[in-house]
Each structure stands twice: as structure tokens, then as C-alpha cells.
């Protein structure tokens, strides 16, 4: 069974950076994507990698934000740059139908 959590959320000013992890515990060679989910608003896909390596992102977040990875910890990174007001949000990572509980994300202006 894959369990997975998230951390490194906070409170930034616009323009700043977080780095979210996510630890994922069970062998699983699935794909692990990123999430969020603003107030009054539906969960949206933010970006995910495969176990190639290889990444895809949602147009918004393009040029800012990068997924990356270290097998040896079973941690998936999501590194957030140039933040904006707009990506104020709970951040999530998913794979195999397993969810984190996910870790706050405040961008102030």
C-alpha cells in the first residue's frame, strides 16, 4: 500500500520560492503528480514525473515550477519559483490512488 506525505508548505511574499517534498512509502514505479486546491475551488493538476524522469506540467506553472526526484529517499520534489497570489493553495501529491494530506502553500501580495 502507498502512502505519501507532504511538507514544506509556508507563508512567502510574492516573487519568493518553496521547495514541497513528498515521501512516498511502498514500492511503486507509478507516476507521482502534483495537485492543489485553492478555497471554493476544484483540485487542479500542477504537474507530475514518471518514473523515466521524464515531466509534464500544467501551462500556468510552466517556467516556474520543476518536479524532480530522489530515488534513494522515495522523495518527489516540487520546486516552486516566482511565486504569485494566484498559486495560494493546498498542495497534494498523488500516485496510485493514494493522496497526501496535503501542505499549505500562502503567497501574499
Known amino acids: 500500500q502507498v502512502r505519501l506525505v507532504e511538507s514544506g508548505g509556508g507563508l512567502v511574499q510574492a516573487g519568493g520560492s518553496l521547495r514541497l517534498s513528498c515521501v512516498r512509502s511502498?514500492?511503486?514505479?507509478?507516476?507521482v503528480g502534483w495537485f492543489r486546491q485553492a478555497p471554493g475551488k476544484e483540485r487542479e493538476f500542477v504537474g507530475k514525473i514518471y518514473w523515466s524522469g521524464s515531466t509534464e506540467y500544467r501551462d500556468s506553472v510552466k517556467g516556474r515550477f520543476t518536479i524532480s526526484r530522489n530515488k534513494a529517499k522515495n522523495t518527489v520534489y516540487l520546486q516552486t519559483n516566482s511565486l504569485k497570489p494566484e498559486d495560494t493553495a493546498i498542495y497534494y501529491c498523488?500516485?496510485?490512488?493514494?493522496w497526501g494530506q496535503g501542505t499549505q502553500v500562502t503567497v501574499s501580495s
Open positions: 511502498g514500492l511503486s514505479f507509478s507516476p
Open positions: 498523488n500516485s496510485n490512488d493514494a
